[in-house]
T-cell receptor, first 119, second 112 residues
C-alpha cells in the first residue's frame, strides 16, 4: 500500500487518559503534517515535521499535545490527559518535499484519519 | 479569522450538468491553492491545484480558475457524475509555510 497509513482508525479514550495516533507517510516522503477536523468544520493545521525535527508547531495547543517523527518508525501525535473537546478526526498528510520555488505547488497527500472519541 | 471561505455549505446538481464550487480568500500572499474531495469516514483526496501565477488549470473533467484581483477561485466539474458526490475543500498554502489553510467545505450532491 503506497498511501499514507494512519492507525488506529478509531480510538476511544476516557477523560484523563492518553491518546497516541500514528502516521506512516507515503514511501519516499520525508515531510509530515497533522491536521484536526472538528464536526462540520474544515481541517486545521497543527504541526509540520521532518525526520527528527519539528518545523512548525504553530497550530498545536500549548499544553497536552506533542508530536514527533523519529529517524525510524512512524510519526506520533500524542495527546495527554484527554478532554471531551479533543474529540475530533485527526488527519496526517505527507509530501515529498517542503518549500517549492515560485510557481510551484507542494501537494500534501492525506491518510484516512483517526477518529478520536473521548468519553 | 477565516482566511479561506466556502460560502455555500451545499450544492445540488443534475448528472451531466456542470458543477461550480466557489472559494474566496483574504490573504493575497497565498502561493498556491488546492482542491480536495472527501468522502465520509475517509481522508481528503487531492483533485487539482493552481499556482498563484496562473489563472487556469485543467485536468480532465476538472478545471480550476483563479481570479487574483477578486481573491476568488472556482472549481468546475463537467460533466458531473454520481461519483462526484462528496464534500469539496478549497485549501491555500500559507505563504510557503507548508501549512494548508482550509475552507469549511461544500457538500456536492449529484442527482441522477
Amino acid at each position: 500500500n503506497a498511501g499514507v497509513m494512519q492507525n488506529p482508525r478509531h480510538l476511544v479514550r476516557r477523560r484523563g487518559q492518553e491518546a497516541r495516533l500514528r502516521c506512516s507517510p507515503m514511501k519516499g516522503h520525508s515531510h509530515v503534517y497533522w491536521y484536526r477536523q472538528l464536526p462540520e468544520e474544515g481541517l486545521k493545521f497543527m504541526v509540520y515535521l521532518q525526520k527528527e525535527n519539528i518545523i512548525d508547531e504553530s497550530g498545536m495547543p500549548k499544553e497536552r499535545f506533542s508530536a514527533e517523527f523519529p529517524k525510524e518508525g512512524p510519526s506520533i501525535l500524542r495527546i495527554q490527559q484527554v478532554v471531551r473537546g479533543d474529540s475530533a478526526a485527526y488527519f496526517c498528510a505527507s509530501s515529498p518535499r517542503g518549500v517549492v520555488g515560485p510557481g510551484g505547488v507542494n501537494i500534501q497527500y492525506f491518510g484516512a484519519g483517526t477518529r478520536l472519541s473521548v468519553l | 479569522d477565516q482566511q479561506v471561505k466556502q460560502n455555500s455549505p451545499s450544492l445540488s446538481v443534475q448528472e451531466g450538468r456542470i458543477s461550480i464550487l466557489n472559494c474566496d480568500y483574504t490573504n493575497s500572499m497565498f502561493d498556491y491553492f488546492l482542491w480536495y474531495k472527501k468522502y465520509p469516514a475517509e481522508g481528503p483526496t487531492f483533485l487539482i491545484s493552481i499556482s498563484s501565477i496562473k489563472d487556469k488549470n485543467e485536468d480532465g473533467r476538472f478545471t480550476v480558475f483563479l481570479n487574483k484581483s477578486a481573491k476568488h477561485l472556482s472549481l468546475h466539474i463537467v460533466p458531473s457524475q454520481p461519483g462526484d458526490s462528496a464534500v469539496y475543500f478549497c485549501a491555500a498554502d500559507d505563504q510557503g509555510a507548508q501549512k494548508l489553510v482550509f475552507g469549511q467545505g461544500t457538500r456536492l450532491t449529484i442527482n441522477p
